[in-house]
């Protein structure tokens, strides 16, 4: 069973578009991260929220953590092709020690 | 500041062979993390090395073990393949044990292991 629940899987769109991942879970975690890993590459880290309600912004991604801190969303505003890539979700339970991986949302952004 | 280097990064295998992968962490990090990466499973947590010491370890098979040098270079190990085990492992290292608000893992490019 998966602990966190990655939606849409996939996601094509064209450039210049908006899009938004979730990133959904029925435990609490004392924090969730967000990583992009391109093929041939290992993930890399894009963000680290902490509190529950918390908004951080990334140039043109938004990242919110929720308010009860079991579930978060990446917003992109105005997709373009250097954004296409896997987003991962990551969290660390509340009760837990190691990172636990949604299973991601491959984007592909078209020109 | 190199990054993560894992070698090799890419492995035939057959089934019942075993198989050695190996991971130099960023100068000065110590602790190294493994993870398995599959289309069904996503990326899995197998162990953490710190200070040439197992810290926490995943729910994966005996089959799966490391060691860690004190260079702090790790190994992964894995016994008796499976066709199941066909992945990409990927290894991480920190500065730090854990996984801390102030402890940015930073990945390698893995190791692609096909067993046949």
């Known amino acids: 069973t998966q602990l966190l629940e990655q939606s849409p899987q996939f996601l094509s769109i064209q450039e210049g578009e908006n899009l938004t991942v979730y990133c959904n879970s029925s435990?609490?975690?004392?924090?969730l991260q967000w990583y992009r890993q391109e093929p041939g590459e290992g993930p890399v880290l894009l963000v680290t929220?902490?509190?529950?309600?918390e908004v951080k912004k990334l140039k043109r991604l938004t990242f919110q953590f929720g308010d009860a801190r079991k579930d978060s969303s990446l917003h992109i505003t105005a997709a373009q092709p250097g954004d296409t890539g896997l987003y991962l979700c990551?969290?660390?339970?509340?009760?837990?020690?190691?990172?636990?991986f949604g299973k991601g949302t491959s984007l592909l952004v078209t020109p | 500041k190199a990054g993560v280097t894992q070698t090799p990064r890419y492995l035939i295998k057959t089934r019942g062979q075993q198989v050695t992968l190996s991971c130099s962490p960023i100068?000065?990090?110590?602790?190294v993390s493994w993870y398995q990466q599959t289309p069904g499973q996503g990326l899995q947590f197998l162990f953490e090395?710190?200070?040439?010491?197992?810290?926490n370890k995943g729910n994966f098979p005996g089959r799966f073990s490391g060691r860690q040098f004190s260079n702090s270079r790790s190994e992964m190990n894995v016994s008796t393949l499976e066709l199941g085990d066909s992945a990409l492992y990927l290894c991480?290292?920190?500065?730090?044990?854990?996984?801390?608000?102030?402890?940015?893992?930073?990945f390698g490019p893995g190791t692609r292991l096909t067993v046949l």
């Open positions: 991480a290292s920190s500065s730090l044990l854990g996984t801390g608000l102030n402890n940015e893992q930073f």
């Open positions: 435990s609490v975690f004392s924090s």
């Open positions: 929220v902490v509190t529950g309600g």
């Open positions: 990551a969290g660390v339970l509340d009760s837990g020690y190691a990172l636990n």
């Open positions: 100068s000065g990090h110590r602790s």
């Open positions: 090395y710190f200070s040439e010491t197992q810290r």
